[in-house]
């Protein structure tokens, strides 16, 4: 079974604190992730993707992908309290990505 | 910016009934795919479609659901014969080649009840 796996949280930061979110996945052939965020009741919005070992940065948002390791994370730097919703990672191909149950961020002013 | 579009919003159904949910994906995108969230759980696969063919299905895809592509814009689930368990929030997604990778955009979602 292909699993994405993260923590449920809640991860709670105070406002303009570095939150980071992790993730592991279980199937080695997958080739691209995703990081979604999720506000309650709304559809997965795309936040960051990542193919490559390494590092991609995109304003606040830097994505982490350790391929040996099969780790994900994603940092956001300066959080703000729009950013409390929970982030979703997701990894596969592009017959099928696989979500992991999502982390719940909260944000404190 | 294109978006896809889901419709119902939200409908309510008697157990055992039959449900059509529709999805138009975003015109130039070649992929489509149906998720499910049941409340307070995962974002669950249910099935991928391409070049008017599944490509690759949930092992419970088959029990209840089917997907058609009627025309060339419209993308649909159906659901036989509805169980409570399926009152979920059910997500149309739909993604291009061209980026180099499945980035999927998601529509607002169709909300079932099963009463």
């Known amino acids: 079974q292909k699993e994405v796996e993260q923590n449920s949280g809640p991860l709670s930061v105070p406002e303009g604190a570095i939150a980071s979110l992790n993730c592991t996945y279980s199937d080695r052939g997958s080739q691209s992730f995703f990081w979604y965020r999720q506000y309650s009741g709304k559809s997965p919005e795309l936040i960051m993707s990542i193919y490559s070992n390494g590092d991609k940065e995109d304003g606040r948002f830097t994505a982490q992908l350790n391929k040996a390791s099969q780790y994900v994370s994603l940092l956001i730097r300066d959080s703000q309290p729009s950013d409390s919703a929970t982030y979703l990672c997701?990894?596969?191909?592009?017959?099928?990505?696989?979500f992991g149950a999502g982390t719940r961020l909260a944000v404190h002013p | 910016e294109p978006e896809v579009t889901q419709t119902p919003s939200h409908q309510v159904t008697q157990m055992g009934q039959e449900v059509i949910l529709r999805c138009v994906p975003i015109?130039?995108?070649?992929?489509f795919y149906w998720y499910r969230q049941i409340l307070g759980q995962k974002v669950e696969f249910l099935v991928s479609f391409y070049n008017n063919e599944i490509s690759e299905k949930s092992e419970i895809f088959d029990d209840q659901f089917s997907v058609e592509r009627p025309d060339g814009s419209n993308f649909t689930l159906k659901i036989r014969s509805t169980k409570l368990e399926d009152s979920a929030m059910y997500f149309c997604?739909?993604?291009?080649?061209?980026?180099?990778?499945?980035?999927?955009?998601f529509g607002a979602g169709s909300r079932l009840t099963v009463l």
């Open positions: 997604a739909s993604s291009d080649t061209y980026s180099g990778a499945n980035v999927l955009t």
């Open positions: 997701a990894g596969g191909g592009y017959n099928k990505l696989i």
């Open positions: 015109s130039n995108h070649l992929y």
